[in-house]
C-alpha cells in the first residue's frame, strides 16, 4: 500500500505545483478585486481589470489566453477580423484555422484525392477521368473551419477566458480601446498585454488594378465558386501551394515569380519542387513582374508583366489574380506609440527579446506579428504557452526557435529542419560542410528513383 | 574527435586495454629493440633478433602526427627526436590515465583539432577498415548506450573480438601489412611491395583509434610486438629484415603465386535482402563473391526471381496492394472534397497484379544489374554444403556445380508455412502465390493471426472482396496487445471478419476454377464446435520457417535451433562454425525485417573484409504493420515494458487523434490512437513509441532516430509541430493512462 502511495505521489509531479499557484491565484485575484468595470477601473488608477489581455485571437494568443486562464489568471482574448479588399471576413482562431494551414492542407488534401483518382486506375480500379467540383469542396472546407470557429469560442467559454469580437488600439500602456462591429466602444486595461495580432496577406501598391480586381489567401479558400483560370503572383510557400493545390483540382494555373522561388528556404529543394511542380502542369513565368490588371468586358482579368530579363511585355487573360507577395503585420491599427511599444522601420514587426518583451516591460508580443520570429503556428502556440507560463510565475522557460521544423505543402511535400545548405555553407564554411554527391542510383531496397517524380507500377512502365 | 571519444566511452576496442599496454611498454627499450619471434607459421626465426623495428607506443595511438616530419632519417636520428620524445608521451599518457580519453599534446598543436578523419581518410589504402568501419552511429553522450547488451562486456570478450576482427584482415588479404606511418622500416616495406607490383592492404597502428589493442593482439598472434608485422597468403612474414630475406631467398615470391586455397572469398547462400547486401558490400571491398539464390516453387507452383521475400513476395508487393486498398478509401473520401463520378467504381485484380509484377521485374533486373556492375556472380542455383568450405548448387535442370570459399553467409529466410491437415497444399494458398495469383481470389478466408494475415485480409477487403480471418488465439503476437485489438477493431468496422478461436481441420475442394470453390471445416479452440463455410480462396498467414533444414548444414556442424529451425550466432552474426555467418530471418531471436538483414549483411562484410568493428544493433528497430489503418511502432510494446521495467516505473501518454483529412470527408473520430511508454527513472526515456493512423511508418521513421538519440518526453515536449499532421500529436501528448482522464477528442 505505501509503494503504491508512493507511486501514486511520483506519478502526480504536478499536484504540487498546481496547488502553488493557486495560491499565487488567489492572492492576484484579491488584488484585483473591486475593480470589474473598465470605466471605474480607469478612473481608479493601479487597479487593472484584467491580469492579461490578448490582442488577438489566433494561434498564438488563444494558446498564451488558454494557459493563463487555466493557471488562474483573469484573461480577455480582444479579437477582430478586418474583412479583406474583396470582403472576405471570418470567425475566431486567426490565419491558421481561417485562411491558413487548416483549408490549405484540406484543399492540398483535395488535390492529393485528385492525383490518387488518378492512379487509381493504375491499382486496378476501373475509373474515368473525373471532374472536379469546387463549390462541394469549399463548402466542406468552409464548414470544417466553422466548427473550428465554434470550437474555440468553446475552449475559451471552458477556461472562463473573456472573448470580445472588437477591434483594439492602445489608449495608454494598459488600456486599449475596442470598436465592435456596430462601432460600440470598450475600453479594457490590464497587467500584462500580449500582442498576436499575426499578419494579413499584402497587396502591390504600384500596380493598377492590383487592389481592385485581386485576391489573396484571405479570400481564396472561402470563394463559393471555383477561381477558374489562375494567375499566382509570388514565390513564397503560399504561392507555390495555393498554385499546387489549384493545379491538382484541374485548374489552369500560372506562377509569376519575379526572382527566387521559396527564398530562405534550401535551393536545391525548391528547385525540386519547382520542378515537379511544373510537371504536373503548373505554368512558372520567371523573372517577370506583373505591372496592371485590367477588367475585361467579358469579366476576365487581363494582365499585363514584364519579363525582367528581354524587358518585353507580356499579356494575358485569366479568371483570378492572386497575390502571395508576402504578408505584412497588423500593427498599423494598434495605436502601438500611445504604449510606447516600437516597432521595427522595415518590417513593421514588434521588437521583441528572447522573453517576447517589448519595449514596454509589460507588454509582449508572440506569433507572426513579432520581429524575427518563425511565421509558423506551433512556434507561436508554444511561445504562447511559455509565456503565459512565465507570467503566471510557472517557469522561466523561454522559446527555443532553433530547429523549428516545417513543411511546404506543395504537390510534392517538402519538410525541413534545421538550415539549408546555403546556411549551412554560410555558417560553418564550404569546407566543413559535407553533402552527399549527386544523387546516386538507390540501394537495391529501394524502387524509387530519386530526385522525383515518385513512380508507381503503372506510370512508370 | 567524435568518433575516437565515443568509442573509447563504449569501450568497443577494450578501453581498459591500452593503459595496461602504456604501463607495459613504458619503460621499454627504444625504437630499434628487437622482440620478434616464431610467427603463427611456427617457422624457426633465426634472424628475428637482428631485426630492427619501429617499436609501438600505445600512448601515440591518438596523436596525429604529420609523417613528413617523422618519415625523414635525418629528423629520425636528431637528437630531440625519434624514440626519446616517443616514449616520453609515452610515460604521460601512461602516468595519468586520464590523459588517454583525450590524445595527448603532440608536436604540431593542431593535432588534436584538426581534422583526423579526413587525414585518416586519405591514407592510401582506402580499404583500411577501420577507416571504413567508423561511421558515427552513435553520436558521444548517447545515454541510451549504457543500457545496451555490449558495453558491460570484459576486455577479453572484446580482445576477442578484435582477435577475429584482425584473422579477418590476414585471411582477407593478399598481403597484409600492420604499420605505422611514420616508421622507416615500414616505409621500406611498402616500397618494396610497391616495387614488385603487388598490392598490399595497410593498417597504419597510429591512425586507428585501437592501434595499442591492436598492437597486443598482434602480439599474442605472432609473438611480434614491433612494426612492420606482415603476412603473406595468411602466412606471417615477420618484419622487415625478414621479408627483404624472403625477398632475397624467393620465398616472397613464391608465397605471392600461391592462389588462395578457395575459389570465392565469400559466397553467400540466399539473393534476398540481407544476402544481397552483404555480397554487394563484399564486392566493394574488393573481395570475389558468389551468391547462389534459387526459389523452390510453391505448392501451387509459384516462383519468382532474385531479390528475396521482400521484393517479390513481402513488403514490396504487399506495399502496392495496401496501396491499391488506401486508393480505394480515397475514392470514397475523394467524392467529399469535390471530385463527382456517379458510378460504382470496380476493382480489377488483373490489372493491378499486372502493373505490381512489371515493379518486381524491374526489381529483379536492377539486382541483377547491380551485381553485375560489382562483379559479384550470380548463379541461379539451389546452394547445399557438402563438406567444409565446400558447397554443392543444383540448377533448374539438375546439373550440379561445386564450389569453394574462404567464408560463407547464409541467408536463406523464410517460407510460409502449412497447417498440415488435409487439403492444405492442394487447395490453400500463402503469400508466396497471392501477390501475383493470375485470378482475383474472390471470397477468402485468412488463416492467422500474423501481420501478415492482417494485412493480406485488409487490402483484400479494402478493394471490395469478402474477407474473414481465423483467429486461432491471440492477434500480432508479439506487438502491443492494445495497438493489436485497435489494429483488428477498425479492420472489424472495415467491413473485415474475425472468426476467433478457431483452428481449420480441412479445406475439400468443391469446384475447380480461378477460383474455385472450397469448403472449410474448422474446429473452436475452447470446444466441441466446428463450423464450416464456402470460400473462393483460403490463404495461409500461420507462420514462416527457415530455410535451413536442407542445405547441408549437418554437413558442416552448423547448429540449427531443432524447433524453430532458427541459426544461433553471436553478436557478430558467426554461427558455431567460425566461417560461416548468417543474417537476416533465419536468426534466432532476431528481427525478420528487410532493413535490419541489409544492415546486419552491410555491416558483417565490412567486419570481414575491412577490419571493421561496427556491429549490427537490434535494438529500437522500428516497424510497421501496414493493415488498413497502419501502426507503426519502435521499442518495447507495453507489455514488454512492463515485463522489463515494473508497471511502477512506468508512465504511459496516450490520446486519440483525428487526422485533419479525416475531419471533411466524414471518417470516424477516436479511432487513431498515438501512445508512448517512458521510464520514470531514467528521465522519462521513450522506451516504447506506438502509433495508429494514417503514414504511420513515415511518422514511425522519424520518432526511431529519436529514439536511438535517446529521446525524453522533455524531449518531445521541447520539439515543435509541423502542423497540420499527424505526427505533431506526439509533442502534445499530456494525459497519462494513470491518470484515467478522457481521451476522446471532440471536434477540433
Same mark, same amino acid.
Given at each position: ?461 | ?508 475442394? =468443391?469446384?475447380? &476454377? !480461378?477460383?474455385? #470453390?472450397?469448403?472449410? /471445416?474448422?474446429?473452436? @479452440? ?5 463450423? +464450416? ?74 567486419? =570481414?573484409?575491412? &577490419? !571493421?568493428?561496427? #556491429?549490427?544493433?537490434? /535494438?529500437?528497430?522500428? @516497424? ?5 489503418? +497502419? ?81 525524453? #518526453? ?13 505526427? +505533431? ?20
Amino acid at each position: 500500500m505505501a509503494a503504491m502511495a508512493a507511486a501514486m505521489a511520483a506519478a502526480l509531479p504536478g499536484a504540487g505545483g498546481r496547488f502553488r499557484w493557486r495560491i499565487g491565484a488567489a492572492a492576484a485575484a484579491a488584488a484585483a478585486a473591486g475593480g470589474v468595470r473598465g470605466a471605474a477601473r480607469r478612473a481608479a488608477a493601479g487597479r487593472q481589470n484584467y491580469d492579461l489581455l490578448v490582442i488577438g485571437g489566433g494561434s498564438g494568443g488563444l494558446a498564451c489566453a488558454k494557459e493563463a486562464a487555466q493557471l488562474g489568471k483573469k484573461v480577455a482574448v480582444v479579437d477582430y477580423v478586418e474583412p479583406s479588399p474583396r470582403g472576405t471576413r471570418w470567425g475566431l482562431g486567426g490565419t491558421c484555422v481561417n485562411v491558413g494551414c487548416i483549408p490549405k492542407k484540406l484543399m492540398h488534401q483535395a488535390a492529393l484525392l485528385g492525383g490518387m483518382v488518378r492512379d487509381a486506375p493504375h491499382y486496378g480500379w476501373a475509373l474515368q477521368p473525373v471532374p472536379h467540383n469546387w463549390t462541394t469542396m469549399a463548402e466542406a472546407v468552409q464548414n470544417h473551419v466553422k466548427s473550428l470557429n465554434w470550437g474555440h469560442r468553446v475552449q475559451l467559454q471552458d477556461r472562463k477566458v473573456m472573448y470580445f469580437n472588437i477591434k483594439a488600439s492602445f489608449v495608454d500602456a494598459h488600456t486599449i480601446c475596442g470598436v465592435s462591429k456596430g462601432g460600440k466602444e470598450t475600453l479594457l486595461s490590464a497587467e500584462h498585454i500580449v500582442i498576436a495580432t499575426g499578419g494579413r496577406p499584402r497587396y502591390p501598391t504600384h500596380i493598377e488594378g492590383a487592389l481592385e480586381y485581386g485576391i489573396t489567401s484571405d479570400d481564396l479558400f472561402w470563394l463559393k465558386e471555383s477561381p477558374g483560370k489562375t494567375l499566382v503572383v509570388g514565390a513564397s510557400y503560399v504561392a507555390l501551394e495555393c498554385a499546387g493545390f489549384l493545379t491538382g483540382l484541374g485548374l489552369d494555373t500560372t506562377v509569376m515569380i519575379r526572382s527566387i522561388p521559396l527564398r530562405g528556404f534550401d535551393q536545391q529543394m525548391s528547385s525540386l519542387v519547382t520542378e515537379y511542380m511544373a510537371s504536373q502542369g503548373t505554368r512558372f513565368l520567371r523573372g517577370c513582374t506583373p505591372s496592371r490588371v485590367r477588367r475585361l468586358p467579358d469579366g476576365q482579368l487581363q494582365v499585363t508583366w514584364e519579363d525582367l530579363s528581354s524587358g518585353k511585355e507580356d499579356m494575358g487573360t485569366f479568371n483570378t489574380v492572386l497575390w502571395a507577395i508576402g504578408r505584412i503585420p497588423e500593427t498599423r491599427s494598434l495605436n502601438l506609440e500611445k504604449a510606447g511599444v516600437h516597432t521595427s522601420p522595415t518590417s513593421q514587426k514588434i521588437l521583441v527579446d528572447a522573453q517576447e518583451t517589448t519595449s514596454v516591460p509589460h507588454i509582449y508580443a508572440i506569433g507572426d506579428v513579432a520581429e524575427g520570429r518563425p511565421e509558423l503556428t506551433p512556434t507561436a502556440i508554444m511561445a504562447g504557452k511559455l509565456l503565459a507560463q512565465r507570467l503566471c510565475g510557472q517557469s522561466s522557460d523561454v522559446m527555443d526557435y532553433d530547429n523549428v521544423p516545417t513543411t511546404v505543402f506543395t504537390p510534392l511535400e517538402y519538410g525541413c529542419v534545421g538550415l539549408s545548405e546555403e546556411e549551412a555553407v554560410a555558417r560553418h564554411g564550404e569546407e566543413h560542410v559535407e553533402r552527399p554527391a549527386a544523387p546516386t542510383l538507390p540501394q537495391p531496397s529501394c524502387a524509387f528513383r530519386y530526385p522525383p517524380p515518385p513512380c508507381h507500377p503503372g506510370l512508370c512502365s | 574527435m567524435r568518433v575516437r571519444d565515443d568509442r573509447s566511452a563504449q569501450g568497443r576496442g577494450g578501453s581498459g586495454s591500452p593503459r595496461a599496454q602504456v604501463h607495459g611498454t613504458a619503460g621499454s627499450q627504444g625504437r630499434t629493440c628487437a622482440a620478434a619471434a616464431g610467427g603463427v607459421t611456427g617457422e624457426p626465426t633465426p634472424i628475428a633478433s637482428r631485426e630492427t623495428h619501429c617499436h609501438l607506443v600505445a600512448g601515440l595511438r591518438n596523436a596525429r602526427w604529420d609523417p613528413p616530419q617523422w618519415t625523414s632519417p635525418k629528423q629520425q636520428n636528431g637528437p630531440t627526436r625519434g624514440s626519446a620524445t616517443l616514449l616520453g608521451y609515452t610515460a604521460k599518457a601512461g602516468s595519468d590515465t586520464a590523459a588517454l580519453a583525450q590524445p595527448p599534446p603532440p608536436p604540431p598543436p593542431r593535432a588534436p583539432t584538426s581534422p583526423g578523419s579526413v587525414k585518416v581518410g586519405a591514407v592510401p589504402n582506402r580499404r583500411l577498415g577501420s577507416v571504413r568501419g567508423v561511421p558515427v552511429s552513435s553520436p558521444p553522450g548517447r545515454r541510451a548506450r549504457l543500457s545496451y547488451p555490449g558495453t558491460g562486456r570484459s576486455s577479453s570478450e572484446a580482445r576477442e573480438e578484435l582477435r577475429r576482427r584482425l584473422m579477418g584482415l590476414i585471411e582477407g588479404n593478399r598481403v597484409m601489412i600492420f604499420s605505422k606511418s611514420y616508421c622507416p622500416h615500414s616505409a621500406r616495406i611498402k616500397d618494396l611491395f610497391s616495387s614488385l607490383g603487388v598490392e598490399c592492404n595497410i593498417l597504419e597502428l597510429d591512425q586507428v583509434d585501437d592501434g595499442a589493442n591492436v598492437q597486443e593482439v598482434l602480439s599474442e598472434i605472432t609473438n611480434q610486438r614491433t612494426v612492420p608485422n606482415i603476412f603473406v597468403n595468411k602466412v606471417h612474414m615477420g618484419g622487415c629484415d625478414r621479408t627483404f630475406q624472403a625477398h632475397q631467398s624467393g620465398l616472397l615470391q613464391k608465397l605471392l603465386q600461391e592462389d588462395s586455397a578457395y575459389e570465392y572469398d565469400l559466397i553467400v547462400i540466399g539473393g534476398g535482402s540481407g544476402g544481397l547486401a552483404c555480397a554487394q558490400e563484399a564486392a566493394i571491398l574488393g573481395k570475389k563473391v558468389m551468391v547462389l539464390d534459387f526459389v523452390v516453387p510453391t505448392p501451387q507452383g509459384t516462383s519468382w526471381g532474385l531479390g528475396g521475400t521482400c521484393v517479390n513476395v513481402g513488403c514490396v508487393p504487399k506495399k502496392l496492394m495496401h496501396q491499391a486498398a488506401l486508393l480505394g478509401q480515397a475514392l470514397k473520401d475523394s467524392r467529399k472534397f469535390g471530385w463527382e463520378y456517379s458510378h460504382q467504381v470496380k476493382h480489377n485484380w488483373e490489372t493491378m497484379i499486372e502493373a505490381i509484377q512489371n515493379h518486381i521485374g524491374s526489381l529483379n533486373w536492377g539486382y541483377r544489374l547491380s551485381l553485375r556492375e560489382k562483379a559479384v556472380t550470380y548463379v541461379n542455383s539451389y546452394g547445399e554444403f557438402v563438406e567444409h568450405h565446400k558447397i554443392k548448387a543444383t540448377n533448374r535442370k539438375g546439373q550440379e556445380t561445386y564450389y569453394t570459399a574462404g567464408k560463407f553467409v547464409l541467408a536463406t529466410g523464410q517460407r510460409p508455412r502449412y497447417l498440415g491437415i488435409p487439403g492444405d497444399k492442394e487447395y490453400c494458398i500463402t503469400s508466396d502465390d497471392l501477390f501475383s495469383l493470375p485470378y482475383c481470389p474472390g471470397k477468402t478466408l485468412v488463416v492467422g493471426a500474423s501481420y501478415v494475415a492482417l494485412e493480406c485480409g485488409g487490402f483484400l477487403a479494402g478493394i471490395g472482396l469478402d474477407v474473414t480471418i481465423m483467429v486461432r488465439s491471440v492477434l500480432l503476437r508479439g506487438f502491443d496487445q492494445e495497438m493489436a485489438e485497435k489494429v483488428a477493431s477498425y479492420m472489424e468496422q472495415h467491413g473485415v471478419k474475425f472468426l476467433r478461436k478457431f483452428v481449420p481441420v480441412m479445406v475439400q475442394q =468443391l469446384e475447380k &476454377g !480461378s477460383p474455385g #470453390k472450397l469448403k472449410v /471445416v474448422a474446429k473452436s @479452440t475452447e470446444g466441441p464446435e466446428t463450423i +464450416e463455410e464456402i470460400y473462393n480462396t483460403v490463404l495461409l498467414a500461420i507462420g514462416r520457417a527457415s530455410c535451413t533444414r536442407r542445405i547441408g548444414l549437418e554437413k558442416i556442424g552448423v547448429k540449427v535451433n531443432e524447433k524453430s529451425g532458427k541459426i544461433p550466432v553471436n553478436d557478430a552474426e558467426q554461427t558455431n562454425v567460425p566461417y560461416v555467418y548468417a543474417v537476416g530471418d533465419i536468426l534466432e531471436g532476431k528481427l525478420e525485417l528487410t532493413p535490419i538483414a541489409i544492415q546486419a549483411g552491410k555491416l558483417l562484410a565490412r567486419r =570481414l573484409f575491412a &577490419g !571493421s568493428l561496427e #556491429k549490427c544493433d537490434y /535494438v529500437n528497430v522500428p @516497424t510497421t504493420v501496414f493493415a488498413p489503418l +497502419e501502426y507503426g511502432c519502435c521499442g518495447l510494446s507495453e507489455e514488454k515494458a512492463i515485463e522489463v521495467h515494473k508497471k511502477e516505473n512506468l508512465e504511459v501518454y496516450h490520446t486519440f487523434f483525428w487526422p485533419l483529412e479525416w475531419t471533411v470527408a466524414g471518417r470516424d473520430n477516436n479511432t487513431c490512437y498515438a501512445k508512448i511508454i517512458c521510464n520514470k527513472f531514467d528521465n522519462d526515456r521513450v522506451i516504447g513509441f506506438h502509433v495508429l493512423g494514417p503514414n504511420a511508418g513515415e511518422i514511425t521513421q522519424g520518432f526511431a532516430a529519436a529514439m536511438k538519440c535517446g529521446l525524453t #518526453k522533455q524531449q518531445l515536449d521541447d520539439t515543435i509541430g509541423i502542423h497540420p499532421t499527424c505526427g +505533431e500529436v506526439f509533442t502534445t501528448l499530456e494525459i497519462t493512462k494513470s491518470s484515467g482522464l478522457d481521451i476522446t477528442q471532440k471536434g477540433c
